[in-house]
């Protein structure tokens, strides 16, 4: 059974930056796509990245896209979320999801999950 831990959420100012690194055990890692997902209060879990199994292949969500990257190294069975010029919107609780699809941006097409990390962006 893969089980994820999620860390580097926090408390940031607007503008600033933070590191979310999500680690798996239990599995191999390198055969799931990584995904991260954020859910804000009062609204549904959104996609907000992901990275192929070889890190060779990324999306990014619209609301995101040129301010956060994701990568991987799976030497270290750890994926990342760098998130830079943070903004209010982005404040919300961020959950690393693995699963065997490409491209995969529904959840539902993701089998395991962290249990989260908020992130809190002030203005």
């Known amino acids: 059974q893969v089980q994820l831990v999620e860390s580097g959420g926090g408390l940031v100012q607007a503008g600033g930056s933070l590191r979310l690194s999500c680690t798996a055990s239990?599995?191999?890692?390198?055969?799931?796509?990584a995904g991260w997902f954020r859910q804000a209060p009062g609204k549904e879990r959104e996609f907000v990245a992901l990275?192929?199994?070889?890190?060779?292949?990324?999306r990014t969500g619209d609301s995101v896209k040129g301010r956060f990257t994701i990568s991987r190294d799976n030497a270290k069975n750890t994926v990342y979320l760098q998130m830079n010029s943070l903004k209010p919107e982005d404040t919300a609780v961020y959950y690393c999801?693995?699963?065997?699809?490409?491209?995969?941006?529904?959840?539902?097409?993701?089998?395991?999950w962290g249990q989260g990390t908020q992130v809190t962006i002030s203005s």
């Open positions: 990275i192929s199994w070889s890190g060779l292949t990324t």
């Open positions: 999801a693995l699963g065997p699809y490409t491209l995969a941006q529904a959840q539902a097409q993701y089998n395991y």
């Open positions: 239990g599995g191999t890692f390198t055969s799931y796509t």
